[in-house]
C-alpha cells in the first residue's frame, strides 16, 4: 500500500504559503494535512495532524522559529523539519540548524528545487540552498577539538559581541532561561567562569571561525591586556 507523507505548512506569509501548498499538492508523495501563521498553533495542532515533515519560515511572534524546532524535535524527533525562509544571518541560520531542522532552503530560489529536494528529505538526506551550506561549512572552519556544539558556538559568538542574556535569547528567538543554559554549559566546556575568560579561550583556541575575529576587537584588546576589568565593565559589554 502507497503511503502519502503527512505534511504541515506554518508560515505568516499568506501568498507564499498558497503558493507551496499548489506546487506541493502536485506531488503524489505528499499530503498536505493543515496549515498555520503561526507556531504557537502548530505546536498545539501537531497530536492532532501527526505530521511527517513540517515546511516552515521561522519568523513568528508568539514563538520564534528555532524555540518552535527545539520543542518539536524534543518530543517528536522523527518529524522531518524544513525551513524555507529569506534570514541569510549567519547566526540565526547556524541557530535554526542546531536547533534540529532537517533542511534549509531560500524562499526565493526554492521553487525549482522544491520537489527535489522534498525527495532528498524523504531519503534521509538535508536539503540546503548552497549560499546556506557555505554558511554551514564556514562555521565548522574553527579548531579541530572545539567541545562546543554548532549551537553554543553560535552563543559564544554573541556573546563575543557583547550580546546578553536577554539580548541572546531575542536574537536567536529562543528563551531567557535557554540562552542562560547555553552559556553556563559553555562556561563548563571551556572550563572558565567568567564570560571574558570564555572570549579569551575561544580566541586561543580558534573555538570561532578566524573570519570572525576582526567583528570582536574590544575583546581582543581586553584578552591581550590592552583593555582593564574596569574599562570593560562600563563599556557596552557589561553583563544585564
Not at 64 to 73: D, L
Not at 83 to 97: A, Q, R
Not at 142 to 157: A, F, M, R, Y
Request: net charge neutral; aromatic share 8%; with cysteine.
Amino acid at each position: 500500500m502507497f503511503f502519502r507523507k503527512r505534511v504541515v505548512l506554518v508560515d505568516r506569509d499568506e501568498p507564499f504559503q498558497n503558493v507551496l501548498k499548489y506546487v506541493l499538492s502536485s506531488l503524489d508523495k505528499i499530503l498536505i494535512v493543515n496549515q498555520y501563521a503561526e507556531c504557537a498553533d502548530a505546536l498545539k495542532g501537531l497530536d492532532r495532524d501527526q505530521p511527517d515533515i513540517i515546511i516552515m519560515d521561522i519568523d513568528f511572534v508568539f514563538l520564534k522559529g528555532p524555540e518552535f524546532i527545539s520543542r518539536v524535535k524534543k518530543k517528536y524527533p522523527r518529524i522531518d523539519i524544513l525551513v524555507i525562509s529569506d534570514y541569510t544571518d549567519e547566526d540565526i541560520v547556524l541557530n535554526v540548524i542546531g536547533s534540529g531542522a532537517s533542511g534549509f532552503l531560500l524562499k526565493q530560489s526554492c521553487l525549482p528545487q522544491l520537489a527535489e529536494s522534498i525527495d532528498n528529505l524523504m531519503r534521509g538526506g538535508a536539503p540546503l540552498d548552497p549560499f546556506i551550506a557555505r554558511i554551514v561549512i564556514s562555521a565548522h572552519h574553527t579548531g579541530d577539538s572545539s567541545p562546543l556544539s554548532s549551537q553554543e558556538t553560535t552563543v559564544l559568538k554573541l556573546m563575543m559581541k557583547g550580546l546578553t542574556y536577554r539580548m541572546i535569547a531575542d536574537e536567536l528567538g529562543i528563551a531567557k532561561d535557554t540562552s542562560k543554559t547555553h552559556i553556563k554549559n559553555i562556561y563548563k566546556k571551556l572550563e572558565v567562569n567568567t564570560r571574558a575568560q570564555a572570549v579569551s579561550k575561544a580566541i586561543a583556541d580558534r573555538l570561532v571561525p578566524s573570519n570572525f575575529l576582526p567583528k570582536v576587537s574590544w575583546y581582543i584588546y581586553y584578552a591581550l591586556g590592552l583593555l582593564s576589568e574596569e574599562m570593560m565593565s562600563v563599556s557596552v559589554f557589561t553583563e544585564l
